[in-house]
């Protein structure tokens, strides 16, 4: 498991009975997480005096319960600053365990010894985009959602990134990707976090597991002739991190050769020592 152990921020202070308690900056949640199926004696006050709860409705959905909580703050992870905003489907605006990946690229990035142009496709927030461009790597971030691209230009603006080179693109990432082909451009790193569940502007239905070897296969077509990583993310139940591997395998390892790990993505629990589990993530690199 790769494990998200180098916060100060956030931390990961209890977790069981289906939910778990966090410290975001100064602020404590409680948020549901399927994956917390054991019992805790939660013995941490702050589980009692958290600033907010997330409770699930019976109907799906749910709501915040909040005690007091600023609509937004900010957390930094090393050199990087993030907005927090608790927000519907109770999400913040980040999913700390992808560190781990964050790290990854800007090693990789840093460590190339040339300009490295990357693509981050359901980019979200933008924690990769700003890990990348911070690295020194000039980005194309893709979401379809308007405002998540906002705030994602936020994050880059918090971590001194106003001017990087970053390119904003609000639009359908399958659609974006085979423009990018038919335009000729390439990218040497393509990170990808697609959704389990989704639908098109057009109506068209995204399920994981129908479309992500489709859309691996057609996003391979944009990279460069030195690639230097591809990472795909999952946060879609019942699917395996080496499932990750073995399409990286099929469909850039096989052209590029280079190597393929595959693992969890989890964070350290504080009050066992213990991790969470918090989806897959599949890397392909060239050395």
């Given at each position: 498991m790769w494990i998200a152990e180098q916060w100060q921020d956030y931390e990961l202070l209890d977790c069981?009975?289906?939910?778990?308690?966090?410290?975001?900056?100064?602020?404590y949640l409680v948020r549901p997480d399927p994956q917390a199926i054991w019992d805790s004696p939660r013995k941490n006050p702050a589980w009692k005096r958290a600033n907010a709860r997330y409770l699930r409705s019976q109907s799906g959905g749910g709501h915040w319960e909040k005690k007091t909580l600023p609509e937004s703050w900010k957390i930094r992870y090393?050199?990087?600053?993030?907005?927090?905003?608790?927000?519907?489907?109770?999400?913040?605006?980040?999913?700390?365990?992808?560190?781990?990946?964050?790290?990854?690229?800007?090693?990789?990035?840093?460590?190339?010894?040339?300009p490295i142009r990357v693509l981050n496709l359901f980019a979200y927030t933008g924690g990769a985009t700003v890990a990348c461009a911070k690295a020194g790597a000039s980005v194309c971030h893709v979401d379809a959602a308007k405002g998540m691209v906002a705030w994602a230009r936020e994050n880059a603006r918090l971590s001194g990134l106003e001017d990087a080179p970053?390119?904003?693109?609000?639009?359908?990432?399958?659609?974006?990707?085979?423009?990018?082909i038919r335009r000729g451009k390439t990218y040497d790193a393509?990170?990808?976090?697609?959704?389990s569940y989704g639908r098109g502007p057009g109506?068209?239905?995204?399920?994981?597991?129908?479309?992500?070897?489709?859309f691996v296969k057609l996003c391979a077509g944009v990279l460069s002739e030195r690639p230097l990583f591809v990472l795909i993310n999952s946060y879609t139940t019942g699917l395996a991190p080496?499932?990750?591997?073995?399409?990286?395998?099929?469909?850039?390892?096989?052209?590029?050769g280079g190597k393929c790990t595959w693992d969890e993505l989890g964070l350290p629990v504080t009050e066992t020592g213990l991790a969470l589990p918090c989806g897959a993530t599949g890397r392909w690199c060239s050395e």
């Open positions: 069981g009975g289906g939910e778990k308690l966090e410290r975001w900056g100064e602020q090393r050199d990087l600053t993030f907005q927090v905003k608790p927000m519907n489907f109770k999400h913040t605006g980040l999913f700390p365990e992808q560190a781990v990946n964050w790290d990854f690229a800007m090693e990789k990035i840093r460590n190339a010894g040339r970053i390119r904003w693109i609000v639009d359908d990432c399958g659609k974006f990707v085979e423009r990018e393509i990170i990808m976090d697609p959704p109506g068209e239905v995204w399920k994981l597991e129908d479309n992500l070897y489709d080496s499932v990750l591997g073995y399409l990286l395998h099929l469909l850039v390892g096989a052209k590029y």
